[in-house]
């Protein structure tokens, strides 16, 4: 199992960004996924689920200005980042969960920064 | 909202101790509960899922047990590559991350 994030890089506040996590060694499709970002130095946070199916959920803290999406035919989980703001800087991880029904992450991408600064 | 307190937040301890990291959530989660190990510069590697079950290749010095609202990961016989950040995380209603505890050796 492999999953690698790309597309992060420094953006304006108010401007834009698209997240790719390309995944391989498993059947993408049968898998539900997460995004999960880091602040420097700090916790945790969870951003946005999407299921196998494509059913979505965002955390309140993003809703409405992220959109989380797939496509199955090439293997690939998006995150469009919309209306940034410095608190969204941080490392953003795709994460696999292993059960549609128990959201804990058993493969985990090595990360992407995206740093929202003028 | 579940909200998960971690502690401690830091803890030093000498490699062959035994050292438990605790959290408490803030409602019943009936053991929907992870533990994972973050090392600088890497992403978190899942240790421990329904509170007490070992994932694959984690070695079985690391034990985690608890139910209704609190919950320890154990680490035996401590080895220096266990420096590293440890997150507990609840997933029984939605999810939500602890704060972490560093771990560091003496």
């Known amino acids: 199992v492999q999953l690698v994030e790309s597309g992060g890089g420094l953006v304006q506040p108010g401007k834009s960004l698209k997240l790719s996590c390309s995944a391989s060694g498993f059947t993408f499709s049968s898998y539900g996924m997460h995004w999960i970002r880091q602040a420097p130095g700090k916790g945790l946070d969870w951003v946005a689920y999407?299921?196998?199916?494509?059913?979505?959920v965002y955390a309140d803290a993003v809703k409405g200005r992220f959109t989380i999406s797939r496509d199955n035919a090439k293997n690939t989980l998006y995150l469009q980042l919309n209306s940034l703001k410095s608190e969204d800087t941080a490392i953003y991880y795709c994460?696999?969960?292993?059960?549609?029904?128990?959201?804990?992450?058993?493969?985990w991408g090595q990360g992407v920064m995206v740093t929202v600064s003028s | 909202d579940i909200q998960m307190t971690q502690s401690p937040a830091s803890l030093s301890a000498s490699l062959g101790e035994t050292v438990t990291i605790e959290c408490r959530a803030s409602?019943?989660?009936?053991?929907?509960l992870a533990w994972y190990q973050q090392k600088p510069g890497n992403s978190p590697q899942l240790l421990i899922y329904d509170a007490n079950s070992l994932a694959d290749g984690v070695p079985s010095r690391f034990s985690g047990s608890g139910s209704g609202t609190q919950y320890s990961l154990k680490i035996n016989s401590l080895q220096s590559e266990d420096v590293a950040s440890y997150f507990c995380?609840?997933?029984?209603?939605?999810?939500?991350f602890g704060s972490g505890t560093k771990l560091e050796i003496k």
């Open positions: 409602e019943d989660i009936y053991s929907n």
């Open positions: 994460a696999r969960i292993p059960r549609r029904v128990s959201w804990y992450f058993d493969y």
């Open positions: 995380q609840q997933y029984n209603n939605y999810l939500t």
């Open positions: 999407i299921s196998s199916s494509s059913g979505t």
